[in-house]
Each structure stands twice: as C-alpha cells, then as structure tokens.
C-alpha cells in the first residue's frame, strides 16, 4: 500500500504521477487543509518522506508520532513549509494532527475510531516547489480467550464482544473450528451473540471453538471453551462489600433447571428477605421470610426451589421494609456442589 516517494518540481508533474484521484488529490486535499506545521527556504526539487506503512500499529485514543525527512538534489533548504492532512478515514472518524513541541517538521496522529488511515505530507518551497509523501496505518484488534458453561438444558448463550474484552466493539466474528461435542454458532439476529448446543457433553465434560475476529484493519483468533456443569456461581462483585441494603437484587442468566441456591451473606442487624425463582414463561416461586445473619458474622443458605422442574432463568432477593443499614452478598450458586 506504501507509495513511492515522489521528488517534483511543479504540480503539474504531481498529476501525471498520480493521476485523477492519487497525488494530486492529496495536494488539492492538503493545500487546502489548516494543519501547517513549520516552515523554512528551498530553491532545488524536494523528496518528502514520512515512513514505511504502519499497520496495527494504532491505538485509539493515543498519539502516534510520524516524523517527516526532507532530501534535495542540493542542500536541504530553510524556510520549508510543512503541510499535513489525513486523506482516508473510517467513516465517521474525526481523527487529529498535531504539532510536535519543538519540531518545525513532525506532527502526531490520534484516532477516535478502529480501521485504516492514510496521512499525507506536502511540503512546499517558497518557488513552488513540492515533496509529497504519504503513508497508511492501521489500528490494532485486541481479544482473549474466554470460557463459558452450559447446563442441563444443553444451550447457552453468550456476548463474545462483552467476555474476549474485544477492544473494537464493532469487531465481528465467525466460528472457524467447531467443538467435537456441539455446535458453535453467531446468533444471525444479533450478531454479539454466540450461541453453543449440545446432545453429548457430559456433566464436568468441556469442549471448544475457535473463532476469528475482525474489523476493517485487523483480525484476531481466540478459543472459546465451554464447560458443561449443573453449578452456576454468579457475579455479586457489585455486593460484595459493605452498601446500603436495596429493596431489590436482581439476577438473570441462561435458563437452566435449578434445585437450590446458596446464599453467603453478612448483616450486622438482622432483617427477613425473600428468594424468587423466574421461569422462562414469568412464572414466580417464592420463598418467604429467609432471616439474614444479623449478628456480624457470615451466614449461609440453602434456599430450595419450589417448583425444581422449572427451567429458570432469573432470581430476585427481595428485603423487607425492616432490613436496614449495611449488607454485603459474598456468593450467590446455583445448584452448588
């Protein structure tokens, strides 16, 4: 993708060289631009360079320097103006150049979007003569590994942008290898979602995927391994230290059968909630009146479900109107082990 440098003496050589839409657009697109970084004196043709193509080289958000060289058949002159413009961007982008302190030449580059820009430098003498040079760059995709579960209903369901902490949230993926066990799919309705089923994974059993993801500048290949268990531990991080008790704690997950729940919980004065089972058609079992620790001191429950052969997909914590003050969650497990 890298141009060649070009040394010239007139524009009108520039739109030979590069034709209708090439370096003369650039110089048209540049000369009219506002982001002039220094000057100097030049009397001899010009050869302007600013790099090799910097690909997944780019973060968004962060400054990326590219420093400008200037060659002449004579001596490199003084009083050179230095001109830069980005000519290619992701659509939407609003990407900045900006002046390096101390240098007449350099300029930085920050993107605010993932993808694939071109940079162009003109640099002009004080008798017309031009140096153009371009060069393109590319942002860097970023994404881990991840593990998900799957329960007794043998589906599961999951936001693989949200668990491979994909740095692109535009990003897209597809299944390049199947598990040996199940199927792996991209949910064709939302594009976020992977989807995995099964008829033959055993209970402890575990299988994987790879999957390629990709934007308009990089790709990535990860696995995804899935682990078949009954047992389901939540996340109470947000509750898990000392907060104001909330009238309502409300947890959903991929539907599945549940038998019981654990519940560790710390109280320093007493109070009574209840524990409601959801199903997948909105059907509610309650469990009343579950009295918390209350004594400074943790405490566990082994909370049954009323209705075991109901596939259920959310849980509420429901505190009554005498809990108070501080209360922390330390675990929350579905048919724990």
């Known amino acids: 993708m890298k141009r060649s440098i070009v040394s010239i003496v007139s524009l009108a050589i520039v739109a030979i060289l590069a034709g209708c839409d090439g370096v003369s657009s ?11 970084i220094g000057s100097s004196d030049d009397t001899s043709s ?9 690909l997944n080289k780019l973060e968004v958000g962060m400054p990326y320097l590219i420093k400008a060289e200037v060659l002449s ?4 002159p003084s009083n050179l103006t230095y001109l830069w413009s980005v000519i290619n961007k992701p659509l939407g982008s609003q990407p900045k150049l900006d002046r390096v302190p101390g240098s007449l030449s350099d300029t930085t580059l920050t993107v605010d979007e993932y993808g694939v820009y071109t940079v162009a430098l003109v640099v002009k003498g004080e008798n017309g003569e031009l140096g153009v040079d371009t060069i393109t760059l590319s942002t860097n995709l970023l994404a881990n590994d991840f593990q998900m579960q799957v329960s007794t209903v043998n589906i599961s369901e999951v936001n693989w942008r949200t668990l491979s902490n994909v740095n ?13 066990k199940g199927t792996f799919e991209i949910d064709p309705q939302d594009p976020s979602i992977l989807i995995y089923r099964t008829s033959e994974l055993l209970d402890g059993e575990v299988d994987s995927a790879r999957l390629r993801i990709w934007d308009d500048a990089d790709e990535e290949f990860i696995t995804v391994t899935v682990l078949k268990t009954n047992s389901l531990s939540l996340n109470v991080s947000s509750y898990s230290f000392f907060h104001r008790t909330l009238p309502v704690y409300d947890f959903t997950f991929y539907p599945m059968l549940v038998n019981n729940v654990k519940i560790a919980e710390w109280d320093g004065d007493w109070g009574l909630f209840d524990l409601v089972f959801i199903d997948t058609l909105g059907n509610e079992y309650r469990v009343n009146d579950i009295v918390s620790s209350g004594n400074g001191v943790w405490k566990t429950h082994i909370i049954s479900n009323p209705q075991p052969d109901a596939v259920i997909q959310e849980i509420k914590i429901i505190t009554h109107g005498n809990f108070g ?13």
């Open 46 to 54: 010009l050869v302007a360079y600013i790099g090799k193509d910097q």
């Open 26 to 36: 650039v110089v048209d697109q540049v000369s009219s631009s506002d982001t002039s």
């Open 73 to 76: 058949e004579e001596s490199v």
């Open 325 to 337: 003050g501080l209360w922390k969650i330390g675990e929350i497990t579905l048919n724990p082990q």
């Open 168 to 180: 692109n949230t535009k990003a897209n993926a597809e299944v390049v290898e199947q598990g040996t």
